[in-house]
């Protein structure tokens, strides 16, 4: 088993986050393995999609920073696997992998750049 936990922290607006992560692997048999894994993981957006400005007063020009205080983007990563070692020179290994995003940021009119990508 490893396992262990990672911290984040942006001086940009204060946002932390602690993110726990562990894997497991068992030896079935001598040449055989599962493996199961599992770790939270957050992302900051590029820097322009924080200091982005938008006009809020066209007459007085005022301009705002809503996505100033926007925080990490977040995802769940989920893997299990066998591990079979066919000969001394030849190994087969399948994983299956499965993420589940949250917090991503949306833009409120339709655009072809998404800050997922």
Do not use: C
Request: glycine share 6%.
């Amino acid at each position: 088993m490893v396992s262990g936990i990672h911290y984040q922290q942006t001086s940009l607006n204060s946002k932390k986050t602690l993110e726990p992560r562990i894997a497991v692997q068992w030896q079935v048999a001598p040449t055989q393995s599962v493996n199961l894994g599992y770790g939270s993981h957050s992302q900051m957006q590029a820097r322009d999609v924080y200091y982005g400005e938008v006009l809020v007063d066209t007459v007085a020009r005022i301009f705002s920073q809503p996505n100033k205080t926007l925080g990490f983007s977040k995802s769940y990563h989920f893997v299990a696997g066998h591990n079979s070692l066919l000969s001394d020179h030849l190994r087969l290994k399948a994983e299956t992998y499965y993420q589940y995003l949250y917090d991503i940021p949306v833009k409120r009119y339709p655009s072809s750049v998404a800050v997922i990508n």
